[in-house]
Nanobody
């Protein structure tokens, strides 16, 4: 599975961005998908995840109620809609794929995209 994240950019606090992760290769629809982020000087952290069929989603407490993860298996693409962005959301955002139904830990993910930078100005 190859992953390509896009949609990052510079946005003011309170604004919105939608990230996309296009995939190719093996059976996208059979993989759980996740979003992680890594801020400068910090470890990569879990943001959101969605099960292979879209029936289950998990969110980090820090983004719950502001971010929404979704997927379109016909387009082999997973999304995260990010609303009410805060400066502390500034990070490189990575999409990842897991062979599990769904995962919240980095170690559960096998395939990773290259990341897209989100910068939120105050």
């Amino acid at each position: 599975v190859q992953l390509q994240a896009s949609g990052g950019g510079l946005v003011q606090a309170g604004g919105s961005l939608k990230l996309s992760c296009a995939t190719s290769g093996r059976a996208f629809s059979g993989h759980g998908m996740g979003w992680f982020r890594q801020a400068p000087g910090k470890e990569r952290e879990f943001v959101a995840a969605i099960s292979w069929n879209g029936g289950s989603t998990y969110y980090a407490d820090s983004v719950k109620g502001r971010f929404t993860v979704s997927r379109d298996n016909a387009k082999n693409t997973v999304y995260v809609q990010m609303n009410r962005l805060k400066p502390e959301d500034t990070a490189v955002y990575y999409c990842a794929a897991t062979r599990l139904l769904i995962g919240v830990n980095r170690s559960e993910y096998t395939y990773w995209g290259q990341g897209t930078l989100v910068t939120v100005s105050s």
